[in-house]
């Protein structure tokens, strides 16, 4: 790695400085700009909305350990997403179609009513499972009412039937349901009900008119509206995470992966037609190591805001991860936005988290190796390129992100917290590097790359606090680098 500095750092006084406040969470790894369980176990964001003036989250939780025994909803609110408010624990598995966990479902909201829509999970003696579709109601965004179980069971599908997505369609005056599932010959595969009051929800069946398998399992379904920003066209894209899908090339390296289509909604017969009509075209939504089950909504002013769950990978490496010793365990990503740019999916930080940005220094870098001191664990790293070459930037001994400029090819690596050994993921870039945009936490890292047209999340757990950034290059690079400190997220 490079040893000395041979760039000159300016540092910004005007900035807000000081260091990062400390998280609400215990423990060397404890994240400050991203969501955590102030216990427990977190997974998948759950009924994303907004709601008589704040934007909910909530999540798949477990308060009383850092494993998947018990599956509650957590919630937060916010209305800036910098100060959240930590509210009490919104669904419990507490009645006999969810006695096995209230799993994961989306929201919308409907004559100034709040509307959960979940996955009631129930076992038999013999471990047999049954899935129920349910809703819950709230006025006030604090308190719900269960409704209980909305839809009839699919004979034509095993238990596996869950992860309800519900939204409004204009073009038929009703509401749709999309459902991941999972077929009697363990085929993956999403359904849709469709109803005109909420209440009553008739079965349409699967969403693809052709049957081309692919994994044995989908969850997570979500159908995201936009408008392709160079065509103008107004398309549908189809977000999924199927499981069972193996690895081609780079891609799919995970142990489950999210994935994404582009194409059009046909209000007429509840079907998604994919612009090329089979799995081609599908893509990964993140090309890191933990991104899954994500989950939008729509703001108020338009615009489409995910998160996802930052967690999936093997068992024996969640049951190693080290937060564990501190009592809790996983997170979400940070807000993107989603956008549509000559049919590829977009994904950048959403403008609310400018809200974060502290003190900041800056370098010219060249094909001179540099060293930067960090003051602080959170950190946001901007790089605009002028000239490329080959180079790399080590996070202390933790975290390398590498370009090869001949091939076009970004790839990231760590250590992981099992093994000890380093692992990559490589993405082959269809456009010339222009900007980098790097979000650092505590423990982990989220990487966009010209403007979100490539997303890269991993989480990693260094021994020793981030203390500085290092980079080397091959000549005629030319490029200005920004590292700017980031608050952490205030809670009340």
Known sequence: MPAGSCAIIKVDKNQKGGPAMSSRNKGPYAQHFHLTPEQGLLNDPNGLCYFQGYYHIFYQYNPYATDHSTKYWGHVRTKDFVTYEQLPVALKSDDWFDKNGVYSGGAIVHEDTLYLFYTGNTKDEAGRRTSYQCIATSTDGLHFTKLGPVTEQLPDYTGHVRDPKVWYDATVQGWWMLLGAQRLDKTGDTVAFFSKDLK???????????????????????????????????????????????????????????????????????????????????????????????????????????????????????????????????????????????????????????????????????????????????????????????????????VTVKYQAAQGRLSLARFNWLTGLQEWRHMQLEEELKHLDLWLDASSLEVFVNGGQVVASLRYFAKEPLTRLEGKASADLQAKLVATQLEAHQYI
């Open 200 to 398: 009553d929800w008739d079965y349409r069946g699967s969403i693809f008119q052709f049957d081309q398998p692919l994994g044995y399992m989908w969850e997570c379904p979500d159908m995201v509206f936009l408008t392709d920003e160079v065509t103008g066209q107004d398309k549908a894209v189809f977000i999924f995470s199927p499981q069972g899908v193996d690895p081609i090339g780079d891609s799919y390296h995970n142990i489950f992966n999210t994935t994404y289509l582009v194409g059009t909604w046909d209000s007429q017969t509840g079907r998604f037609l994919p612009d090329n009509a089979d799995f081609a075209d599908m893509k990964e939504c993140d090309r890191g190591f933990e991104y899954y089950a994500p989950q939008s909504f729509v703001a108020p002013d338009g615009r489409v805001i995910q998160y996802s769950w930052m967690g999936i990978t093997w068992p024996d490496q969640e049951a190693a991860i080290p937060t564990r010793q501190d009592d809790w365990i996983h997170h979400l990503t940070i807000p993107r936005q989603l956008r549509l740019v000559d049919g590829k999916l977009y994904q950048t930080p959403i403008a609310e988290l400018e809200g974060l940005a502290g003190a900041s220094q800056s370098l010219a870098w060249t094909s001179a190796d540099f060293r930067l001191d960090l003051a602080g664990r959170a950190q946001r790293v901007q790089v605009d390129f002028e000239t490329l070459a080959d180079w790399e930037l080590f996070l202390d001994d933790n």
